[in-house]
């Protein structure tokens, strides 16, 4: 089984190197592009699945990492579910806000440990590839919650029939919550079942990650009614909703 291919958009060619030299002591390997349209071409010309994960520098010398996150999420399967790893200056918690909400999966603040890395990029990894999907579709039952479908083994949402396109990381977030429909779930309980990880003081990620859920789910997500907002305590998935 070949190893993950990693690839890296950071013009910063130490930390590129160094990312790389201890990626590769971990079994995967890296391919670099020091500008944002160097690694746009790469995930253009590469072949469907060629690429497992991106980490992808916020401040880039031509265009920044946020316009870059934005253009891969417009472009076809696989790619618009490639899994990307922001990488932000430290003290800019506005600018991880906005790298998740235009569809990054985590971020890292620089400077970084190399072991803190290569964590969230495992986790990032554990996620099930559209392959995986593809294999698993029929072992699986749908779950219907009124007019929202979500068929776990394809990994697809559909609200009336209508397929809702969204990250690896929001559909995770999203069985989260359907397994646990009616229960109350804190932040904590949520980053918990996605990846094992815990919360930074302060760290309101996870309610990005709602908020661009409830964008795609939701008919109104200014006034949701399948995941509500429980003041003080977190989250609960509406175990019944709307017909």
């Known amino acids: 089984m070949s190893k993950p291919l990693i690839l890296i958009i950071d013009d910063d060619q130490r930390l590129a190197a160094m ?6 002591q971990n079994g995967l390997r ?3 592009a020091g500008t944002a349209q160097a690694g746009l071409d790469r995930l253009a010309q590469a072949a469907p699945g060629n690429y497992a994960a991106l980490i992808l520098d916020l401040m880039l010398p031509d265009v920044d990492g946020l316009e870059v996150c934005r253009r ?16 932000t200056a ?29 964590a969230r990029l495992r986790a990032l990894l554990r ?9 698993a579709a029929a072992a699986e039952p749908a779950l219907h919650f009124g007019r929202l479908e979500i068929n776990p083994g394809a990994r697809v949402v559909r609200v009336d029939g209508a397929e809702r396109p969204m990250t690896a990381y929001q559909f995770d977030l999203l069985m989260a919550f359907a397994q646990r429909a009616g ?19 302060f760290d ?16 109104d997500p200014k006034s949701p009614r399948r995941i509500i907002t429980v003041r003080g305590a977190g989250y609960v998935f509406a175990k019944v909703q709307d017909a």
Request: glycine share 8%; proline share 9%.
């Open 72 to 87: 891969l999420r417009a472009m076809p399967q696989p790619l618009r579910s490639l899994p990307v790893l922001m990488l």
């Open 30 to 32: 890296v391919e670099h």
């Open 90 to 118: 430290k003290g800019d918690p506005l600018d991880r806000v906005i790298g998740l909400e235009l569809g990054a999966d985590d971020y890292l603040p620089k400077p970084f440990e190399p072991r803190e890395l290569l």
């Open 204 to 219: 309101r990620s996870i309610d990005v990650h709602v908020g661009r859920l409830r964008a795609i789910i939701e008919d």
């Open 19 to 24: 990312v790389e030299t201890y990626l590769a």
């Open 127 to 135: 996620r099930p590839t559209l392959a995986d999907a593809g294999s």
């Open 183 to 201: 229960r109350v779930l804190s932040r904590e309980q949520l980053l918990e079942a996605l990846n094992g990880g815990t919360l930074e003081p």
